[in-house]
């Protein structure tokens, strides 16, 4: 008994490494963009164009999801801070699904272990699961209600920004707001505000100088090691729960569980509603639910519920707690239930669409590149090493570090002599036009009643 258990676990766990194998360079790209578009889009600049409830604001929030992570927990904490900032909850849940089902990276990983069939059905279902969800929250969530719920938001959290002029840090609430090129800078003072004002270029960086520059390319590397350290663990459980699952399960139980529907339409029904559910009961989500959707294609589970099964990582429980903490029980739970319809009904629409182009896949899965190579090699196992070499050029980054950040600069507080950093420096003030930093509140003020005694 002891030796079966221990064998299936063993056979689990080559399964569950067979599954990162053929996803890593997939995993590896994904988080690699998604570093990128976190180092040089400002969320503050994304905010101005997701105000409106209308398909141009849509329009603008799936652009700017496709270019994010495809991690559903990282991504809700983006839609958390751009509801928060101003984004009107109809494009801010567009820009959710778009950013956990639209996005570059889980497209690969899809095709790396379900094939091209199944990450084609996810691209095209996913503005279809948009479109169903947007429409469900314009009808069955008062827009008022959503802004108490931003209020409420705004009054429990200070974030904390950094002055363009000075580099102090300083909570947004407490700052000086400018509006310049569709983003809202904040001022410590009216001096930094001033200064600023006579040559803004001098003091923001552009996207095009912060992807050109080394500090641009180590902060990628930072936001890339975020979201890895913020979502391993899933990752981790979804290889292993995949592997051991396809392992431990018997076909048998799949195929009383599959085939609970019946035939035709009441089956691509039941297998839709059963896939979210599924996921659920699992707890996997993000990218960690694909290897999981193989096996379950695998075991014989409808493509309608595969679909569903994927786009189902936004209701994992979860997820579930942090809705009700962002827009309180009764719109969490309410988008609880968008959510789920929404999945639901996409599973069924992209299987008929599917199913009348005649693209819906063979149940038996061949693995990608099979009886393919490449100088003796799988494409996989080129991809996998090309993508390990440029994560080690990422792990160089952050061993070296940023170069002459102007937070990183060491400064003298000139009342007491102490040396300080600028982004540690707490008080600062303008004369002359001249930027001076202090160590405490006292220093500060000491040198504004006979600032001449010390220069």
């Not at 552009?206 to 890339?224: F, M, R």
């Not at 979804?238 to 699952?245: D, E, K, R, S, V």
């Not at 018997?250 to 839709?272: K, M, R």
């Amino acid at each position: 008994m002891i030796a079966s258990i221990g064998e299936t676990v063993l056979e689990g766990l080559i399964l569950a490494g067979d599954f990162f194998w053929q996803a890593f360079w997939a995993l590896m790209l994904g988080f690699i963009i998604s570093g990128a578009i976190q180092a040089f889009v400002s969320k503050e600049g994304m905010v101005n164009y997701m105000g409106e409830p209308n398909a141009k604001s849509v329009l603008y929030a799936m652009g700017f999801g496709t270019a994010s992570t495809s991690c559903s927990f990282g991504d809700i904490a983006a839609t958390k801070t751009l509801f928060k900032k101003g984004a009107h909850i109809i494009p801010a849940v567009a820009f959710k699904i778009a950013s956990t089902n639209f996005v570059i990276g889980l497209t690969f990983v899809i095709w790396a272990l379900l094939g091209w069939e199944f990450a084609v059905a996810q691209a095209v279902g996913a503005p279809i699961f948009i479109l169903i969800a947007i429409t469900l929250v314009h009808l069955w969530i008062p827009y008022d209600e959503t802004q108490k719920a931003r209020e409420r938001l705004i009054e429990e959290e200070q974030p904390v920004v950094t002055d363009p002029v000075c580099k102090m840090r300083l909570n947004r609430e407490n700052g000086i707001p400018v509006e310049h090129k569709n983003e809202t800078v904040y001022f410590c003072s009216d001096g930094c505000k001033r200064l600023f004002e006579q040559n803004p270029d001098a003091h923001t960086t552009s996207w095009k100088e912060k992807i050109t520059s080394w500090n641009g390319w180590v902060e990628a590397a930072n936001q890339t090691k975020k979201d890895l350290n913020m979502l391993w663990k899933e990752l981790a459980i979804g290889f292993l729960l995949a592997g051991l699952i396809a392992a431990a399960v018997p076909q048998t139980i799949w195929t009383l569980l599959f085939e609970g529907g019946g035939t035709g339409f009441t089956q691509v029904l039941y297998n839709s509603v059963l896939g979210p559910l599924i996921s659920m009961a699992t707890f996997v989500g993000s990218i960690g639910n694909v290897p999981l959707a193989a096996v379950l294609w695998g075991s014989g589970f409808a493509f309608a519920g595969v679909i569903a099964f994927i786009y189902a990582d936004l209701i994992v429980p979860q997820l579930i707690r942090i809705y009700r903490k962002i827009w309180g029980k009764k719109i969490g739970n309410r988008m609880t239930i968008i959510l789920f319809v929404s999945m639901a009904t996409t599973g069924i629409i992209v299987y008929y669409l599917f199913a009348v182009l005649g693209l819906i896949p063979d149940l038996d899965i061949a693995e990608t590149g099979e009886g393919v190579t490449i100088f003796g090699f799988e494409p996989v196992t080129i991809l996998n090493l090309v993508f390990l070499l440029i994560a080690i050029g990422f792990v160089g980054l952050l061993v070296r570090g940023r170069k002459g950040a102007p937070g990183d600069r060491v400064v003298e507080d000139p009342v007491t002599g102490t040396e300080i950093t600028v982004k540690n420096a707490d008080y600062c003030t303008v004369y002359d036009e001249s930027i001076y930093y202090f160590e405490s509140e006292d220093s500060r003020a000491t040198f504004r009643d006979s600032p001449e005694a010390y220069l």
